[in-house]
C-alpha cells in the first residue's frame, strides 16, 4: 500500500512539534487544497503540525486527487470504497506519530467533502482516539454498521453550508443523529447560504474545537 503524503505547514512556534493535525482534501483536489487553514488554524495550536495528505489516488478527469472512485455511488461501492481509504489514512498517521516522537492520541483529523467521509470513517474506527474529528461538508458512511465497529467517541464538530448543491446538508444532518444515537460527542453547525465551501463561521468554529481538542495537554 502506497504511502499518503502532502504539503506540510508549522508548527507556528518553531518548536517540536506536540500535535498533529491531518488535513484531508475534497474529490478532485489534492493537499494544497487545504494547507492554507494551516497558518489561520495555528492560532489555536501553535505547536501543531499540519500536513494536508494527497489521496491515494488520481481522479478520473486526470487532474487532482481522490479517496475513492464516484463512478458508481451505490451504497456498497461507496462503503468498500471508503474502507479502503481508511487504511491509506490509517497507515499515515500509524507512521506519522511516532516519527514525530508523539504519543498514540495526539493528533487531529479534519476533512472537506469526500475527505470529510474519510475523516469520519476512520477516526471513529481508531483504537486510540483522535483528540477531535472535524467533518465539514461531509456524511457518514455505512452508518449502519458504526454501532459494531466504533472504537472510540472522540469528540466531532459537523459544519456544513445549507445551501449545499454537491453534498446535501442532511447527509451532515443525518450524521448527527446516527453519531448522537451511539453517544459519540456531536458539535453541529450548519451555515445560511453558504454552498460548497468552508467561511469565516467553519474557521472560526475548526479553530475553537482544536483548541478544545488539546486544552491541558
Excluded at 186 to 207: F, K, N, W
Aim: aromatic share 6%; glycine share 12%; proline share 7%.
Amino acid at each position: 500500500m502506497a504511502e499518503l503524503d502532502g504539503p506540510r505547514w508549522g508548527p507556528a512556534s518553531k518548536a517540536a512539534p506536540k500535535q498533529l493535525v491531518v488535513l484531508c482534501h475534497g474529490l478532485g483536489a489534492d493537499g494544497h487544497d487545504l494547507i492554507d487553514l494551516a497558518p489561520t488554524w495555528s492560532h489555536a495550536l501553535p505547536d501543531a503540525l499540519f500536513v494536508s495528505v494527497d489521496a491515494p489516488f488520481e481522479h478520473e478527469s486526470g487532474f487532482g486527487r481522490q479517496w475513492w472512485s464516484v463512478g458508481d455511488r451505490s451504497p456498497p461501492v461507496v462503503e468498500a470504497g471508503v474502507r479502503h481509504a481508511a487504511g491509506f489514512l490509517d497507515g499515515f498517521i500509524d507512521a506519522e506519530l511516532p516519527r514525530l516522537g508523539l504519543g498514540a492520541d495526539a493528533f487531529a483529523l479534519m476533512g472537506f467533502s469526500q475527505g470529510a467521509m474519510t475523516a469520519l470513517f476512520t477516526g471513529l474506527r481508531r483504537v486510540v482516539a483522535p483528540r477531535a474529528i472535524l467533518a465539514f461538508s461531509g456524511a457518514l458512511v455505512a452508518p449502519e454498521t458504526l454501532a459494531a465497529e466504533l472504537a472510540n467517541r472522540a469528540p466531532v464538530l459537523l459544519v456544513h453550508g445549507e445551501a449545499d448543491d454537491v453534498v446535501p446538508v442532511q447527509r451532515s444532518r443525518d450524521a448527527e443523529m446516527a453519531l448522537r444515537a451511539a453517544n459519540v460527542p456531536v458539535e453541529a453547525v450548519y451555515v445560511p447560504r453558504l454552498g460548497h465551501g468552508i467561511d469565516d463561521t467553519g474557521l472560526a468554529m475548526g479553530a475553537l474545537a482544536l483548541q478544545r481538542a488539546f486544552a491541558g495537554g
